[in-house]
């Protein structure tokens, strides 16, 4: 009965230390198991209880040899996201709200303030990226030609008055009235232009959503 008790002791120690050592490479495996049950053989039940108590639990013996033999699995490995990068800010000059701001002081602010209103309306104009650079050329050099142009003609039709004048003895001559209607005509009307290259540079706008340079 003695015989039979240790058997038991015996199967159940290395039942549980099989399942301990599962994990450990076969040869580590075989020889701790080979070992351990050269330890308890031959042994009665009594000396087999006290062996089995100075080994101590499976597992701890396991755990030992993976140490041993640096086969416990590795730490986890933690990966840290990092953190989003905040979103860039884009410059003001590349917003579209600068650029209509820019088109509206052009247009408006240049009858509420003829001179400065006009130079500070191009300066937004031509600071916004929104727009290709001929197209701010066209919006902001249009009046300057419309007056230009009204002006060449106003010159050529005040010499051809004092031709006319000068063909007749007594004719009163225009050339002062004429000359300074037409200059004043061409100002009036290239002033009045501003606003039409403001509004082409909004219609250019419709759809834009990043800066075109």
């Known amino acids: 009965m003695t015989e039979a008790e240790a058997q038991s002791l015996r199967e159940d120690y290395l039942g549980r230390l099989d399942t301990a050592i599962a994990d450990l490479p076969w040869r580590v495996a075989n020889e701790l198991r080979s070992g351990v049950a050269e330890e308890l053989d031959g042994l009665d039940a009594a000396e087999t209880r006290r062996r089995i108590a100075q080994l101590g639990d499976p597992a701890r013996i396991a755990a030992a040899a993976k140490e041993e033999t640096g086969s416990a699995p590795p730490a986890p490995v933690v990966v840290v996201s990092p953190a989003p990068a905040p979103p860039v800010k884009p410059a003001m000059v590349d917003t579209r709200w600068f650029a209509i701001v820019g088109a509206l002081v052009l247009g408006i602010g240049t009858f509420l303030f003829p001179v400065g209103g006009w130079v500070i309306g191009v300066a ?47 004719a009163v001559n225009p050339l002062l009235p004429s000359g300074l209607a037409m200059w004043h005509s061409g100002i009036l009307l290239g002033f009045f232009t501003i606003p039409v290259g403001a509004a082409w540079l909004l219609w250019r706008l419709r759809g834009r959503d990043v800066p075109r340079r």
């Open 124 to 170: 937004l104009v031509t600071s916004s990226r929104f727009w290709w650079r001929w197209e701010k050329a066209v919006a902001i050099l249009l009046p300057l030609a419309v007056g230009v142009v009204i002006g060449l003609v106003s010159l050529l039709g005040a010499l051809w008055q004092v031709g006319g004048s000068a063909s007749g003895p007594g």
